[in-house]
Antibody
Framework: EVQLVQSGAEVRKPGESLKISCQGSGYSFTNYWIGWVRQMPGKGLEWMGIIYPGDSDTRYSPSFQGQVTISADKSISTAYVQWSSLKASDTAMYYC?????????WGQGTLVAVSS | EIVMTQSPATLSVSPGERATLSCRASQNFSSNLAWYQHKPGQAPRLLIYGASTRATGISARFSGSGSGTEFTLTISSLQSEDFAVYYCQQYNNWPRTFGQGTKVEIK
């Protein structure tokens, strides 16, 4: 069974760093792209970026380029998104999903709350 | 980047009725379009890819059509579990982009 399991909810202060994760199982992790989506409170889905764990090829939306870093560790079948300096506006639910085009499997979401 | 515009923002439908959701792209492309259903507290669920191919396990009351710049998701007879927000997403170009969503609510 294909599963994407994300790390738990996080509460941080502005300026802090954070790395959240998405672990894949039940399929060949290195053969499928993994992407990230943001959903801010009361808003729609925003495509952030995507990584191919096989060779770490990474693509970003211009809106997120330079704001986050997407990475993967294929040895543990895990993808990450990280922030070096969080802002209050980073408060959102973040989802990972599998695929380069359509996304057929999704993680359960990680809630990130940034508040002073 | 390709901008995806969905209409209407909210659609009020009675159970058993048909719902028609629209998605317009700012650039022409063939059929690299997906539709997702999103309910509160859940992860989004893939309904349609390739503009018209139902994903595994998706009811036949969901159908997708269109190409070029105009795409449609039709729900033939709304069931209680279909009330949700629906998003289109293009995967023709980088970056992939979503529409802003259509909320299907009970009339």
């Amino acid at each position: 069974e294909v599963q994407l399991v994300q790390s738990g909810a996080e509460v941080r202060k502005p300026g802090e760093s954070l790395k959240i994760s998405c672990q894949g199982s039940g399929y060949s992790f290195t053969n499928y792209w993994i992407g990230w989506v943001r959903q801010m409170p009361g808003k729609g889905l925003e495509w952030m970026g995507i990584i191919y764990p096989g060779d770490s090829d990474t693509r970003y939306s211009p809106s997120f380029q330079g704001q986050v870093t997407i990475s993967a560790d294929k040895s543990i079948s895990t993808a990450y998104v990280q922030w070096s300096s969080l802002k209050a506006s980073d408060t959102a639910m973040y989802y990972c999903a599998r695929g380069s085009g359509w996304w057929d499997y999704w993680g359960q979401g990680t809630l990130v709350a940034v508040s002073s | 980047e390709i901008v995806m515009t969905q209409s209407p923002a909210t659609l009020s439908v009675s159970p058993g009725e048909r719902a028609t959701l629209s998605c317009r792209a700012s650039q022409n492309f063939s059929s690299n379009l997906a539709w997702y259903q999103h309910k509160p507290g859940q992860a989004p669920r893939l309904l349609i890819y390739g503009a018209s191919t139902r994903a595994t396990g998706i009811s036949a009351r969901f159908s997708g059509s269109g190409s070029g710049t105009e795409f449609t998701l039709t729900i033939s007879s709304l069931q209680s579990e279909d009330f949700a927000v629906y998003y289109c997403q293009q995967y023709n170009n980088w970056p992939r982009t979503f529409g802003q969503g259509t909320k299907v609510e009970i009339k």
